[in-house]
């Protein structure tokens, strides 16, 4: 069955230090793969994607993540961690099982932590 | 440019009430999504419209939840006769159809079924 993990609850992180949220994934053929950010009382913000090409991808706030085909992962990294990127963080795969519909599969979240 | 918006932000509604959930996608998205999301919970698909085709409905959890969708406009969550277990923020996204990858969410409407 195709699904996403998120094996952290919760991730602490000094301002100014990296962050890693962490998503593995399971699903058939090739992965689509998403990361999405939700603020409290507010929808998901979309940050980045991969389908294809460079395992690195480039976000939205200075956010990146790695795919790992071999790990099944797709971890999500910044450099440096700010205040305001405390937030509950989604990682995504595109259900393949579903022909074209691209409805999404998610994980259950990881709440970042952001301490000053 | 607009966004998707959602309709009420909040609904607070008896056991066994109907109740319907309004979503205006982004103008020009031909696909259409509802999710579920339980508190602390990651996101339920529940139903997916692509332009004029027949809805998906494969994750409707029951024969109370229906929606609906209007060419490419428009769209309603309804949900009869409301439990408990229904309490959840309902989230709707569009995306610009087969060309586009990623979706568009809306705020959300949070459901508390008393």
């Known amino acids: 069955a195709q699904s996403v993990a998120q094996p952290e609850d919760q991730v602490n992180v000094a301002e100014g230090n990296p962050l890693t949220v962490k998503c593995t994934y399971s699903?058939?053929?090739?992965?689509?793969l998403f990361w999405y950010v939700q603020y409290p009382n507010r929808g998901l913000q979309f940050l980045l994607k991969?389908?294809?090409?460079?395992?690195l991808v480039k976000g939205s706030y200075g956010f990146e993540a790695e795919f790992n085909k071999s790990q099944t992962s797709f971890h999500l990294k910044k450099p440096s961690a700010l205040v305001s990127d405390s937030a509950l963080y989604f990682c995504?795969?595109?259900?393949?099982?579903?022909?074209?519909?691209?409805?999404?599969?998610f994980g259950k979240g990881t709440k970042l932590s952001v301490k000053p | 440019g607009a966004g998707v918006s959602q309709s009420p932000s909040n609904k607070v509604t008896e056991k066994g009430k109907d109740v319907e959930l309004r979503c205006d996608p982004i103008?020009?998205?031909?696909?259409l999504y509802w999710y579920r999301q339980r508190l602390g919970q990651g996101l339920e698909f529940l139903i997916y419209f692509q332009g004029n085709s027949a809805p998906d409905k494969s994750g409707l959890p029951s024969d109370r939840f229906s929606a609906e969708r209007t060419g490419e406009s428009v769209s309603t969550l309804t949900i009869q006769r409301t439990q408990q277990e229904d309490s959840a923020v309902y989230l709707c996204a569009s995306r610009p159809g087969l060309a586009g990858v990623e979706q568009y969410f809306g705020p959300g409407t949070r459901l508390t079924v008393t």
């Open positions: 103008s020009g998205h031909t696909a």
């Open positions: 991969y389908i294809t090409g460079d395992n």
């Open positions: 995504a795969v595109r259900d393949t099982a579903g022909g074209s519909q691209g409805n999404l599969i």
């Open positions: 699903v058939s053929g090739n992965p689509y």
